[in-house]
Structures are given as structure tokens and as C-alpha cells.
């Protein structure tokens, strides 16, 4: 057996529709899952299908399928949108830049410029990125375990002070370069993140808080570049079970993130520091077990 070597993603013209729904169903649920916790969705998305002998479904589909999840941001946070782009709009017109929905803004914008440009790097300089060692199974779990360290080190170190409307423009570019991390599978986008604003002196809800919004330019640009990818690839039953793997992600999605803003108002983020530690672990067991087999 070759080390780390991946199961082969089964052809498309050999899944039924109704098995492609299902697929698309089960991936879905991992999105909404993992999208907001610190856990890493694109880490998710890659080892459960592969456990499950199904083969990686490849970076578009997972982008595609992190639509779902922008829907749910997007509704969920309708209220704090709205109030961004009024103090925007004011700030834009009479100067209030110091007002803290214009900051937020501002800090938005700047934390978007480092994955943007990432993205594009791979792009242009690593077009084979999707088949690159750094979405292999042993990089996520090394990965994973490292960003558990980093937490669990945020969680020791981070003074828990500072509310959403402390926010600076350099928030946003520290957090921002932190989200940056997360093309990497195993970083988590959210994990990361809320890492960096914690290590900056975060609340743990604030920061959640600041992740989420921060995180809705990025999703929705990777999940617009790959739409036409993705359905344009073969796949069982056509376009219609991606659709289902959207709605999925977006009705979960919603419910992880009603849940981890709740959670973060009484608890620190020891359960994720452990989860990710085993996940890693996890992984690096089976790989072992696969190479003595």
C-alpha cells in the first residue's frame, strides 16, 4: 500500500441520480457542520468521502456547496449587514468614519485583500492545486493538529476584552492574513480566525462574530469562481443533486451558527482544541493502518 494514497473518486457516469443526491445530501450536512466551527469544512469534506470510499469530490464541488452556507450567513446576519452598509454609506458621504458599523466595514474589506490574493496565486502558480500534497490526508491531519495547538495556545494567552464595536482596520488585516491560511485543508477558515482574534484580545463571541461576517466575501467569491466548474463537470442526475448539497449546507449552516454563538456565551473553545487533536490523531492512525495493511 502507497503511503497516503487516496481512494480514486468513482466516475460520474457510474453514480445513479438518486445515489449523486445522496452524496450531495451527506456533503452538504458536513458543510453546514464544519463551515463555523473551528473545525475545518474543506478538511471535512475531504476525509469523510474519503473514508466513505466515495473518492475527494475536488475544490469546485466543495465551493460550489459552501454556497449553501453564504445563504445561511447571509440571513442570519441580515441585521449586521444592513447596519455595515449604513455606516458605510454614512461615512462615504459625511466623513463618520470613526463610527464602529463604518470600521466594520472598512476592517471587512481590508481582511478579504489576503485570501483574494492567495486564491489567485494558486490559481495562476499552482494549477495542479487540487492534487497537491497540501490536500493530502496526511497534511489535514498534521494540520489539524497544529491549529489545535494554536488555539489551545489562544485560549491560554488571550485577554477576552475586546467587543465587535472595538473594531479596527487592522483587525481586519491581522484576521484577515489568519483567513488566508485556510486554502491550506486542516487550517479552518473559522478556526483560524477566531485563533488570531482571540490571540489579539477577542471576547469569544465577538471574535465568532467577526469570523462569521469576515468570511462572507471570501465563501462567496470561492463558490462563484467554481460555479461554472462544477456544473459543467459530469456528474449523476446532472445539476440537481449539487442543488440539493446547497440547500443542505444552508439549512445546517444556520443551525451551527445559532448554536456556536450560544455555546461561545458560556464556554471556551477547549471542546474544538480536543476534537481537532483526536481528528488529526484519527487520521494519522487510519493512514498507519492503510500502510501496514
Known amino acids: 500500500m502507497v503511503p497516503f494514497a487516496e481512494v480514486p473518486l468513482l466516475p460520474a457516469a457510474e453514480i445513479g441520480f438518486w445515489e449523486a443526491c445522496f452524496r450531495s445530501l451527506v456533503l452538504g450536512v458536513v458543510q453546514g457542520l464544519t463551515e463555523f466551527l473551528p473545525i475545518s469544512s474543506t478538511a471535512h469534506l475531504k476525509v469523510v468521502p474519503v473514508l466513505l470510499g466515495w473518492g475527494d469530490p475536488g475544490v469546485a464541488v466543495t465551493a460550489v456547496i459552501q454556497l449553501g452556507s453564504i445563504v445561511a450567513v447571509l440571513a442570519y446576519f441580515r441585521s449586521d449587514l444592513a447596519a455595515v452598509l449604513r455606516g458605510v454609506s454614512r461615512a462615504c458621504r459625511h466623513g463618520q468614519w470613526n463610527d464602529p458599523s463604518a ?38 491531519a498534521v494540520v489539524s493538529i497544529g491549529m489545535a495547538l494554536l488555539l489551545a495556545w489562544a485560549e491560554l494567552v488571550g485577554r477576552r476584552q475586546r467587543q465587535l464595536d472595538d473594531v479596527l ?90 448554536w456556536l454563538l450560544r455555546f461561545l456565551q458560556q464556554n471556551s473553545t477547549w471542546v ?19 500502510v501496514g495493511a
Not at 494558486?122 to 492545486?129: E, M
Not at 474544538?272 to 492503510?290: E, H
Open 169 to 258: 482596520p487592522r483587525d481586519g488585516i491581522w484576521v484577515g492574513l489568519a483567513q488566508a491560511l485556510a486554502l491550506v485543508p486542516g487550517v479552518s477558515r473559522s478556526g483560524s480566525t477566531l485563533t488570531a482574534a482571540l490571540f489579539d484580545g477577542w471576547q469569544r463571541p465577538a471574535a465568532a462574530r467577526f469570523s462569521f461576517l469576515l468570511g462572507i466575501p471570501a465563501i462567496t467569491l470561492a463558490g462563484l469562481v467554481s460555479l461554472k466548474e462544477a456544473f459543467a463537470a459530469p456528474a449523476g442526475g446532472g445539476p440537481l443533486p449539487l442543488l440539493v448539497g446547497i440547500f443542505s449546507a444552508a439549512v445546517v449552516s444556520w443551525l451551527a451558527i445559532a
Open 272 to 290: 474544538f482544541v480536543v476534537y481537532r487533536l483526536l481528528f488529526g490523531i484519527g487520521i494519522l492512525i487510519w493512514l498507519g493502518a492503510r
Open 103 to 140: 470600521r466594520l466595514g472598512v476592517a471587512i474589506a481590508l481582511g478579504t485583500v489576503p485570501i483574494v490574493l492567495a486564491g489567485l496565486a494558486l490559481k495562476l502558480w499552482l494549477p495542479g492545486y487540487d492534487n497537491s500534497p497540501l490536500r493530502s490526508m496526511g497534511s489535514i
